[in-house]
């Protein structure tokens, strides 16, 4: 089996993107690595070095601490004393960081660039900004507002930190989600979602830039191109898909030049 693809997490929450990667396997072995992932929330930062922590172990085969630790047998400092080597590694691979301050762009720029340096583009970025000023609970809270300018929220503006990672680690493939309110978000009368779609397709550009596509089939059963599509063609409806629930949300898949024109040609 080839190595891993690393994989890189941004906004992500207690992690459920990065352990759908990771849950897959190939004789036995994980197609994906995480190498990093980020968030600025305490109790889902928390959840996420939790989850890197069992992920240091052989899929489904957690030692019996972990087990007693989630009975409560054993708590958490007793846990890392046992195991120092793998909690340090599940902390350094899950950072608490405010993407978009300074801060943060100095912790994880360096990061990025090893990651990309180290994997020669065997990498996928994954994640999705801040949902709350594209949701439409949270606009129609904000339009109860006399005060509230779109403008100055910075959250419809987070993507940006997610294109210039991209831009920076240059990923073999991306996958960005977000909730279905997005596609109809607008700031000063421009849609978010198309503006979104445009800077995405600029990433790279100097070197073949990104194939952006949508997880619908088109009539030859193969992913289809964001030029043939409208923006609720980029919704993946849960209970299509054997889940019990129905949780609508969109994706946008990008795939780079040369893996796109790999695939285009059969390989």
């Not at 409560?72 to 120092?84: N, W």
């Not at 088109?218 to 030029?227: E, Q």
Request: glycine residues 8%.
């Amino acid at each position: 089996m080839t190595r891993p693809y690393k994989v890189v997490d941004l906004f992500a929450g207690p992690g459920g993107l990065a352990e759908g990667f990771s849950s897959v396997l190939v004789k036995g072995k994980r197609l994906y690595d995480v190498a990093i992932s980020v968030e600025m929330e305490q109790s889902a930062h928390n959840t996420l070095t939790l989850r890197s922590f069992t992920r240091q172990f052989p899929p489904n085969l957690f030692p019996e601490e972990y087990y007693r630790f989630v009975e409560g047998e054993l708590s958490l400092a007793e846990l890392q004393d046992m195991y120092p080597r793998e909690w340090k590694r599940a902390c350094k691979e899950a950072v608490c960081a405010q993407l978009g301050t300074p801060e943060a762009a100095k912790l994880i720029g360096p990061k990025i660039d090893r990651i990309r340096k180290q994997t020669k583009g065997r990498t996928v970025l994954i994640g999705g900004p801040p949902c709350q000023a594209y949701s439409l609970v949270g606009r129609a809270r904000n339009a109860g507002n006399s005060e509230y300018n779109a403008e100055d929220d910075g959250r419809h503006f987070l993507y940006r930190e997610y294109i210039e990672v991209l831009d920076r680690l240059r990923p073999a493939a991306f996958v960005m989600e977000n909730v279905k309110g997005i596609l109809s978000s607008a700031v000063s009368g421009a849609g978010i979602f198309e503006r979104i779609l445009k800077d995405l397709e600029n990433v790279g550009k100097d070197e073949g830039g990104y194939k952006l596509v949508a997880l619908v089939p088109n009539r030859n059963g193969k992913p289809a191109s964001t030029l043939s599509l409208s923006p609720h063609d980029f919704i993946v409806r849960s209970e299509q898909h054997i889940v019990p629930q129905a949780r609508h949300r969109v994706f946008v898949v990008g795939l780079r030049a040369d893996v796109a024109d790999k695939l285009d040609e059969g390989d």
